[in-house]
């Protein structure tokens, strides 16, 4: 039984699989996380482990200090208390350290993170929008919205109405993943694809809930079968004899089809 | 507890490959590539001018030349375990590290001059 965990995004690279093709991947510190609290159905009304990602300073208030305490882990690097839900939790003891060895390579998880703050964005951005005309006379209308709705009938703006407004910075969870390696010595997680939010942000990766049957795999060089032509072409010794042999072939076609 | 630096994570070449020679732009290099046919894997050899070298843990470079009339480049990462070998067959005398303008050139135009020994 794997409970979710609590990393850092570290930021992105790439990484030649075993066939030679290129993958990016974003590399994930998972890890370690302690146990901070155990929830048990007797107690709580339901299972779940609460844990700690150790590694980034980050001041705690003296009611999250009191609580590691109890746990018997008040330290400095401890951060990003989270709760995770699962089947059976008397298998897991305060204190207790996890790392992402727990995860499979060739697997997929589901990471949660918070997204890349954009401020207060404009519809083209926010909602991909087309904005006006460039020319053609414009003048102020080059990102603007355009028209919000009908006129009297209805005779207001619906709710939802995509305008401009707030973006980004909100929690985002990716589903299925595919994890591409681990580095159970280091703690790293890597991930094919982007992960939301910016680098050292905390994300929260989980077993995929529905796993997807077949991750996405990049193509091989060739990507087409083209190098035979390039390469077994015969040099073409002149334009007469290549003329003859089009008509040759010209001819056969017509009499094939007669 | 120290941020892991990327860079260090980048894979190297396969140690079970022989180390490349050293060359730059400007160069006429011999390129041994694995290609897979269809179940089949063989070496297929590319030749042509260096015409860039990128550097960094994820370096690459591309070669040019010129097949059956047309112009093909094509771009191989440092590291990847499909590049076998590379033989240098001729350093060129160059100043400048990006070759893009061979592009727009044929025949006698795109020639790059032989670098002098010594």
């Known amino acids: 039984m794997t409970t979710g965990m609590i990393g850092r995004k570290l930021g992105m690279m790439r990484v030649f699989d075993g066939s030679g093709r290129v993958r990016g991947v974003t590399v994930i510190e998972l890890g370690p996380n302690y146990v901070t609290q155990v929830r048990t159905p007797d107690r709580d009304g339901y299972s779940a482990v609460q844990l700690a990602f150790s590694g980034r300073r980050k001041r705690l208030t003296q009611a999250q200090r009191g609580h590691l305490r109890k746990a018997g882990l008040e330290r400095e690097t401890l951060t990003a208390l989270k709760e995770y839900r699962v089947d059976d939790s008397s298998g897991y003891s305060l204190g207790q350290v996890l790392n992402c060895a727990q995860f499979e390579p060739g697997t997929f998880v589901d990471l949660t993170a918070t997204s890349k703050g954009r401020g207060w964005a404009g519809g083209v951005k926010r909602w991909n929008f087309r904005g006006g005309p460039k020319t053609h006379g414009q003048s102020d209308r080059h990102r603007a919205p355009g028209s919000l709705g009908a006129g009297t009938t209805p005779g207001r703006v619906y709710k939802g109405q995509k305008m401009a407004g707030h973006m980004g910075d909100e929690v985002v969870t990716v589903l299925n993943c595919l994890v591409v390696a681990t580095d159970p010595e280091r703690n790293l997680l890597f991930v094919q694809g982007s992960v939301p939010g910016p680098r050292t942000s905390i994300v929260s990766v989980r077993n995929a809930r529905r796993p997807a049957l077949k991750a996405y795999t990049p193509p091989v060089f060739p990507t087409a079968e083209v190098e035979a032509v390039i390469d077994e072409a015969e040099p073409v010794e002149d334009a007469e004899q290549m003329a003859e042999q089009n008509a040759e072939g010209a001819a056969e076609q017509s009499e094939a089809q007669e | ?118």
């Open chain 2, 1 to 118: 507890m120290a941020a892991i630096n990327l860079t260090d994570l980048a894979q190297p070449r396969p140690a079970h490959l022989p180390a490349l020679p050293e060359f730059g732009a400007g160069d006429t290099v011999r390129v041994q590539a694995r290609v897979v046919e269809g179940d089949r894997e063989r070496l297929q050899p590319f030749e042509g001018v260096v015409i860039r070298v990128k550097n960094g843990p994820a370096g690459n470079f591309t070669v040019r030349r010129i097949a059956s009339g047309i112009g093909v480049e094509r771009t191989f990462p440092f590291n990847s375990p499909r590049l076998e070998a590379v033989a240098v067959t001729r350093k060129g005398r160059v100043r400048r590290s990006r070759l893009y303008y061979l592009r727009g050139r044929t025949g006698r135009a795109a020639r790059v001059k032989e670098a002098r020994r010594g």
